[in-house]
Every structure is written in C-alpha cells, then in structure tokens.
C-alpha cells in the first residue's frame, strides 16, 4: 500500500520569496508521484508528476520537484512566489501496475503569499 | 478544460434521505473516480469506475453505491445520508492508469 505525508498544513511566505512544500511519500513498489493544486472553489489541477523518467521535474506556473528515493521524498518548490500562488497543494501517488490510476492524497497544505 | 459536469454543484439534506449525484464527461474517458474531500484528510477515493458497469470500492465507500451504464455517466449515490457525510465531493476522470485525473468543480452537501 502507498501513502503520502505532507509536512506543515500551512505555509506562509512573503512574495518573492522561496516556496517550499513538503511530501514523503511510502510505496512497496515504484511510484508515480504527483502534485495537484486547488484554488478556492474549485476542483484540483495538476501541476506536476513524476513518472520515473527524470528526477527533477519542472510544471507549470515555475513549480518544480525533485524525486529523491533515498530520502523518499518529492518536495515541490519555485524560486519565487507570487500572490497567484496563494492556494491549496496536495501531493499524491499512485503505484503502478494494475492500480486502475487511483491516487492516494496527503492532507493538503495551504500557501498563503503576503505582499 | 477537461469536459467534466457535476450535478448538482450544492445540496442540502436531511439524516436518512437518499442522494444522488451525478458526474457527467464529454470525453469518452475510460477511468472516473469520486472523491470526499474533508479538511484535515485531503481527498479520499469514495469508489472509482474502469469501465461500462466495472466499479470498485475505494478506501472509503462504507454508505455509498455508485453506477455506470454509460461512458459518460458516474452515479455516486446515499443510500441514507448521515451527518458524517457533510462533504465537498468530487469526480474525476483519466484516459488511462497513470493518475493523471482531470477533475470536475465539485458538489457541497450538507446532511443536517
């Protein structure tokens, strides 16, 4: 079985500054992560995922993450933040196989951007 | 966007009433899934569909049934609602297993 673990369910930045979101991640077999983000009233929308191609993986709107195995991580992250960025971001897995695509979800953590 | 409608967006219900509701793609996507999300939880697989009349449970289905006798239709229904399913819930669809889920905008129900 997999599972994911957000670390901090807020974070609060200032703008410009480094954004940085925690995920660890437990799977028996390797996964395919991803990070989804939720903006108010809406449903999610990828941002990213990992497929086990490249380890460093860039989305869209500047947010990168980088799949580390030895520390089972895939902390999400973008050199500066914007006030569009305020949001709801949620990592997530998935095993591969005949795992019909279902996504196990962390908690969530909620980016606040101060001007 | 993903062609994804969810019916209805807001609901509000008593304990013990039936509820259904209704997701509905224009994309002819193999894979649909409801999720419950709750903070604190994040989002939680309720049940998901692989095709024509093929569901399964997800990791929390206790007190819901779903079906599928179209492509394009994912029922998830209440059998008799309870307060502790007071959620926002949400489908989402993918072409294929991989997890990347394209989702609708959600459905609020309240069990007063």
């Known amino acids: 079985a997999q599972s994911v673990t957000q670390l901090g369910s807020h974070v609060s930045v200032s703008e410009g500054a480094l954004v940085l979101l925690r995920c660890n991640y437990s799977?028996?077999?390797?996964?395919?992560l991803f990070w989804y983000v939720q903006y108010p009233n809406q449903g999610l929308q990828l941002l990213l995922k990992?497929?086990?191609?490249?380890?460093l993986v860039k989305g869209i709107n500047g947010f990168e993450a980088e799949f580390k195995k030895s520390e089972t991580s895939f902390h999400l992250t973008k050199p500066s933040a914007h006030m569009s960025d305020a949001a709801e971001y949620f990592c997530?897995?998935?095993?591969?196989?005949?795992?019909?695509?279902?996504?196990?979800f962390g908690q969530g953590t909620i980016l606040t951007v101060h001007p | 966007d993903a062609g994804i409608t969810q019916s209805p967006r807001h609901k509000v219900t008593e304990t013990g009433t039936p509820v259904t509701l209704r997701c509905h793609q224009t994309?002819?996507?193999?894979?649909m899934y409801w999720y419950r999300q709750d903070p604190g939880h994040g989002l939680r697989l309720i049940h998901y569909?692989?095709?024509?009349?093929?569901?399964d449970k997800g990791e929390v289905s206790d007190g819901y049934s779903v079906s599928r006798s179209k492509t394009e239709d994912f029922l998830l229904t209440l059998e008799s609602a309870t307060s502790s399913q007071t959620s926002v819930y949400f489908c989402?669809?993918?072409?294929?297993?991989?997890?990347?889920?394209?989702f609708g905008e959600g459905s609020r129900l309240t069990v007063l």
């Open positions: 989402a669809i993918s072409d294929g297993d991989t997890g990347e889920l394209f």
């Open positions: 799977s028996s077999v390797p996964p395919y």
């Open positions: 990992y497929t086990s191609a490249a380890t």
């Open positions: 997530a897995v998935v095993a591969g196989g005949t795992s019909y695509g279902k996504l196990t």
């Open positions: 994309e002819n996507h193999r894979y």
């Open positions: 569909s692989y095709g024509v009349k093929d569901t």
